[in-house]
């Protein structure tokens, strides 16, 4: 037993497959008290899957899951099983209930019938204000279906973090955070693990954080187990990526001259873009990336405005040739505005549709037909190849992806068209980290190639890799600024977006 301290859980050798897709082949993960593990790997290398069989969402076809209590005696999968709490990939919260309901509901297995609305409502205030202090104190009562993607973030850690259990797996629960909500979060995981002995797992694909709060790691690659409980100081950012598999030749010789730069945009070189509100006016010439930092109020209004999705009362947007709003997706699309939505779960996938169609959705309407022909698939493979898109067909459909799969769908709608402005929420979201780096280029050819950028992130370390410039909001969502590429920093960000711990 390490350092003396006793495992919570211990997966040997597991094993599961969907259909033909094997997709754990053997997989070992144990977990001790007191500790923050990050568990490692690629899209689609197989963690959510683990994740859903430890808390018993899933079943396993082979190996072992085995919990212990703290005097190492074996607990029956049920007591075991009612130690752990989760906060999914993507959100599991009841629309129907209110942010308190949510979060209470999981320590009462019979319903919400018999319990001390008070005391509850207190406990759920507190977890809740951990993270937001603000927030907990407006939002208790409001219908969870009515909340954003970044407040039902918070909801359903608060809901993890109340619940008493002893194990908690947090798969991505940054992905929609900004860097204060983040830095708050970690106290609060630091301290469970130091004062309370929580055993804690902790998914993400952002480098930064996993240094940050990770003592030690695991790396699956392929359904196994490939780096089993090492510290994550003694592996360099490089050994962790080639630990992954993404170490590929192509990066090796360098991305970019594996795609070409589209000619077409060259037509809009003196092309600009102003976009001003009461406060500010920033002008963007073809090819400029413009980065959108801060608490999500702020960004999300200036996006609404440039996607043309609200009547703009803000913001206005203005460029020869370019409606204030659009009528139709198509019309947006023809008038050369790519979109990536921040919210893949509910705006952007294509449920029901294949891979190939999710892929090619943009492209079919700019080319007025919706059959799909051989050279059509042919490009389909090729975008699927470009970012590593894990699937066992274009004609699987998006719910049996994984979540960063997922996302790469909604970006290979848009990658290589040559768009006159491309607005992108969040497009990295869940993206491993290997592929990452890659769209990075694909973008900036983009951008090379004419076409505008805007992109909003709450990974700051992104906008400071990617931008010209970055639009900083702060946390009430008014304008606090412009920096420009030569004073961009971490520290800049964060005064700025009034999020300086
Ligand atoms: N219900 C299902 N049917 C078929 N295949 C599935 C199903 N659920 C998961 N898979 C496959 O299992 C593999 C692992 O998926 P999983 O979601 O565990 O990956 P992940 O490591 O969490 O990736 P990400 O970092 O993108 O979240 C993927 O190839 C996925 O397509
Ligand atoms: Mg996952």
Redo the contacts with the bound molecule.
């Keep these: 037993m390490e350092d003396g301290r006793k495992f919570v859980a211990t997966v040997k050798g597991l094993t599961k497959s969907?259909?033909a897709?094997s997709?754990l082949k053997g997989v070992d993960f144990s977990l001790a008290r007191g500790e923050i593990h990050a568990l490692l790997?690629g899209?689609?290398?197989?963690?959510?899957?683990m994740i859903r069989i430890i808390t018993g969402l899933a079943g396993k076809d082979g190996g072992d899951i085995e919990f212990r209590d703290a005097a190492d005696n074996p607990l029956s999968d049920t007591e075991g099983r009612s130690k752990v709490a989760v906060v999914h990939?993507e959100l599991a919260l009841l629309p129907h209930l209110t942010v308190a309901e949510n979060i209470v509901l999981p320590r009462f297995p019979n319903g919400l019938r018999l319990f001390d609305r008070k005391r509850s409502w207190r406990q759920a205030h507190d977890a809740l204000a951990i993270i937001d202090r603000e927030f907990a104190g407006t939002s208790l009562h409001e219908l969870v279906g009515d909340l954003s993607l970044h407040q039902g973030q918070m909801v359903e850690i608060a809901r993890a973090l109340s619940s008493g259990a002893e194990l908690i797996l947090l798969d991505e629960p940054t992905a929609n955070l900004t860097a204060l909500e983040t830095e708050r979060l970690f106290s609060v995981l630091r301290r469970l693990t130091r004062e309370n002995g929580l055993a804690i797992v902790f998914v993400s694909h952002r480098m930064k954080e996993i240094r940050q709060i990770a003592d030690v790691c695991t790396i699956i690659r392929d359904g196994r187990t490939v780096v089993d409980r090492a510290p994550t100081r003694s592996l360099s950012d490089t050994a962790i990526i080639e630990k992954m598999g993404q170490i590929t030749a192509r990066h090796a010789e360098g991305v970019g001259a594996a795609h070409p730069v589209p000619r077409s945009a060259a037509a809009f070189a003196d092309d600009t873009l102003v976009i001003r509100d009461a406060d500010v006016e920033i002008t963007l010439a073809a090819g400029m990336i413009l980065g959108v930092a801060g608490a999500p109020v702020g960004p999300q209004s200036l996006i609404s405005a440039l996607v043309g999705a609200a009547k703009a009362r803000r913001w206005t947007v203005a460029r020869a040739g370019w409606p204030q709003a659009f009528t139709s997706p198509r019309q947006a699309a023809r008038s050369g505005l790519g979109f990536v939505t921040g919210d893949r779960a509910h705006k952007g996938i294509l449920g029901n549709l294949p891979i190939i169609d999710n892929v090619m959705a943009s492209r079919r309407i700019l080319r007025h037909s919706v059959f799909t022909s051989g050279r059509e698939r042919a490009k389909c493979l090729d975008l699927v190849e470009a970012l590593k898109i894990?699937?066992a067909s274009i004609w699987d459909l998006p719910d049996?992806?994984?979540?960063?799969?997922q996302q790469k769908l909604l970006l290979a709608r848009w990658l290589g068209l040559s768009s006159r402005l491309l607005v992108l929420e969040e497009p990295t979201r869940?993206v491993?980290i290997g592929t990452k780096k890659e769209i990075y280029q694909l973008i900036r050819q983009m951008a090379a190639s004419g076409t505008i950028i805007v992109w909003w992130s709450t990974e700051n370390a992104e906008l400071l890799e990617v931008c010209d410039r970055v639009v900083a909001f702060d946390t009430e969502g008014r304008c606090a600024g412009v920096i420009e590429k030569q004073d961009l920093s971490e520290d800049a960000l964060a005064n700025m977006t009034g999020m300086a711990a």
């Design positions: 969907y259909g897709t997709v790997g899209n689609g290398a197989g963690k959510s899957t990939q894990k699937a049996t992806l994984s979540g960063g799969t869940g491993d």
